[in-house]
């Protein structure tokens, strides 16, 4: 085994700062980006980068054997709502994707698996409010059924092999580096762009639709966090529970009126992702991170307004 790590699906939303910040912390070498695509920077100037499709077995095992990695982050997934316009893809990548780097882990001896999963997770029977770590799991999004059925076997592989995975089940994350790629909550990243560049949106979500969200960088610092806390502290082996704070778009033009006061939201109607959107969780109980690895998140919505306005303003 080497010191290298490497990052499965580096191009996307998470993978663009996951890969800054573990080169920051473990050294600018030792991470290796992963993607199918060509990232937009120049690949001979910007650390390693490798060519991968987390499908194709022979290429993902070239990868392991040439870095035979300490530590693999899989971030290669189709999202909920682009899951819904190609279920079978969807569940081709997001299951089979994640069996091929559990089994390639266990046989290049890789000490630690990080695999994110969702509050998609959840589903129209599972509680709305302050959703528990244990309870009702009846997702119906093609994308909810990969991530709850990715979590079984992640819990098997440790039960089992004693393959240290770890995973987290991300809210709507907001960043302003990348855009998102096809997830129901992406409204939340758009209405920034638009407030800036029109200073109005059309939401494809209800006025009220309450939804689990977080900022990047808690998302970042809470995922090395999970991944470098002692094996021992980590009771759950599917994934956790991680909250950073729930709003709704109205609640979410306020704030930004706050800076753009003549910003208008309007609705758009029969958007196929309001039906997800009901299907999930409103507020999460992330009691279990919280006590395990001490998470705590650091951004509101005041402060996630600020950094986005901030962050997209100089663009
Ligand atoms: C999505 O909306 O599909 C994702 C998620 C909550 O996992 N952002």
Request: contains cysteine; negative net charge.
């Amino acid at each position: 085994m080497t010191e290298h790590i490497l990052v499965l699906g580096s191009n996307g939303q998470i993978g663009t700062e996951l890969v800054t910040a573990l080169r920051k912390a473990y050294g600018f070498n030792k991470v290796v980006a992963c993607d199918i695509r060509r990232p937009d920077y120049d690949i001979k100037n910007a650390g390693p980068f490798e060519f991968v499709n987390v499908l194709d077995k022979e290429n993902l095992k070239a990868v392991y054997e040439k870095y035979k990695p300490k530590q693999v982050y899989l971030l290669a997934a189709l999202l909920s709502a682009t899951g819904e316009q190609n279920p079978k893809l969807a569940w081709d990548l997001n299951m089979n994707g994640l069996l091929n780097v559990l089994d390639f882990s266990i046989e290049y001896r890789t000490q630690k698996v990080y695999w994110p999963s969702s509050i998609a997770v959840f589903g129209p029977s599972s509680p709305k409010n302050q959703t528990p770590q244990f309870c009702t799991m009846d997702p119906n999004t093609v994308y909810g059924i990969s991530k709850l059925a990715g979590e079984r076997w992640c819990e098997y592989y440790f039960q089992k092999f004693g393959l240290d995975v770890r995973s987290i089940r991300y809210p709507g994350i907001i960043s302003w580096k990348a855009m998102p790629g096809g997830g129901t909550t992406d409204y939340a990243i758009h209405i920034f762009h638009d407030a800036l560049k029109k200073k109005t949106y059309q939401s494809f979500l209800s006025a009220e639709t309450d939804l689990p969200m977080m900022y990047m960088d808690d998302a970042i610092r809470g995922t090395i966090e999970l991944m470098d806390a002692p094996a021992e502290n980590i009771q759950i082996r599917s994934s956790y529970n991680f909250d950073g704070l729930s709003f709704n778009p109205e609640e979410l033009a306020a704030e930004i009126r706050k800076h753009i006061p003549d910003f208008t939201l309007t609705y758009g109607d029969n958007d196929p992702r309001q039906a997800i959107a009901n299907s999930w969780p409103k507020s999460i109980d992330d009691s279990y991170a919280e006590k395990d690895w001490n998470w705590s998140p650091k951004f509101d919505l005041q402060k996630i307004t600020s950094e986005m306005l901030r962050n997209l303003g100089k663009g």
